[in-house]
């Protein structure tokens, strides 16, 4: 079992803290039962995703878009815009009588008034 090492990575990722957001997305994937690229040997996640990148196994690219899309606040079904729905009037809705009656029934009991106003 080889020692990975940051200056192993730095030669494929020359930036150290894309370096770690990568290592820390692949690790967190590892970590949800995606199968390891190479052996194992009793490593650790974060460990296997270093010695991933080292090796130039892992395909940055898709894990650079699922970090980000991670990050992302707004998700693409979110930006999709419903139908319009047609809103009707309450005006032409019928009247429950009855729920109206339990209502000034009950107002009292709440702390409400309900006065009519005409």
Do not use: Y
Not at 8 to 19: A, P, S
Not at 48 to 70: F, M, P, S, Y
């Amino acid at each position: 079992m080889a020692r990975v090492t940051v200056e192993d990575c730095i030669k494929i990722i020359d930036n150290r803290f894309e370096l770690i957001l990568v290592a820390s997305e692949r690790s967190k994937t590892l970590a949800k039962g995606v199968e390891p690229l190479l052996d194992r040997d009793r490593d650790k996640n974060p460990v296997v995703a270093l010695r991933e990148i080292a090796e130039n196994r892992l395909d940055l690219d898709a894990t650079k878009d699922d970090l980000v899309k991670g990050l992302q606040k707004v998700h693409e079904e979110v930006l999709v815009e419903p139908e319009e729905e047609q809103i009707s009037d309450t005006e032409d809705q019928p009247v429950d009588e009855e729920l109206i009656k339990d209502l000034e029934a009950n107002a009292g009991d709440a702390g409400l008034s309900i006065e009519e106003n005409e």
